[in-house]
C-alpha cells in the first residue's frame, strides 16, 4: 500500500512521516511517498491531509487526477473541532488526535 501525506504544514508532514516509519506495527505494510507529485500520485492507496476536502480534491484535480481516481483513494483527513460538514467515505481525525488514532484508522483500511 502506498500512503501519502498533503499539508501545507512541512513540520507536521515530516514530524508524521517520522512517526509513522517507526512504528514497528505497520512498518512493513505500506510505503510512505516522501513528495507526492503528478507523477506518483496515482500510485498512492491512501492519502492524510489536514487540507478541507474541498481543497484537497482541488489540489488532486490540478495534478491532472481524474475525478474517479480520487474517489478510489482513501482518505483520512485531520480536522478541527466543531467541522460539522465531514465525508461520509473518508476517516477522519479531530486535532488533538492521538498517534495511535492515525495507526488505527490505517488498520482499518488495510483490513478493508
Known amino acids: 500500500m502506498n ?3 498533503i499539508t501545507p504544514n512541512i513540520l507536521f508532514r515530516e514530524s508524521l512521516r517520522s512517526l509513522l516509519e517507526n512504528c514497528s506495527l505497520t512498518k512493513d505494510r505500506y510505503v510512505i511517498l516522501k513528495d507526492v507529485t503528478s507523477q506518483n500520485i496515482e500510485e498512492l492507496d491512501v492519502i492524510i ?3 478541507k476536502l474541498i481543497k484537497l480534491e482541488e489540489i488532486l ?10 474517489k478510489d483513494i482513501e482518505k483520512i483527513l485531520i480536522t478541527e ?3 460539522d460538514l465531514l465525508p461520509i467515505s ?3 481525525l479531530t ?3 492521538r ?3 492515525l495507526v488505527e ?5 488495510i483490513e478493508q
Open 3 to 5: 500512503l501519502g501525506i
Open 49 to 51: 491531509s489536514d487540507y
Open 61 to 70: 484535480l490540478n495534478l491532472k487526477i481524474p475525478k474517479n481516481k480520487i
Open 81 to 83: 473541532r466543531g467541522l
Open 90 to 92: 473518508s476517516f477522519h
Open 95 to 97: 486535532r488533538p488526535f
Open 99 to 101: 498517534f495511535s488514532e
Open 105 to 109: 484508522a490505517l488498520h482499518l483500511i
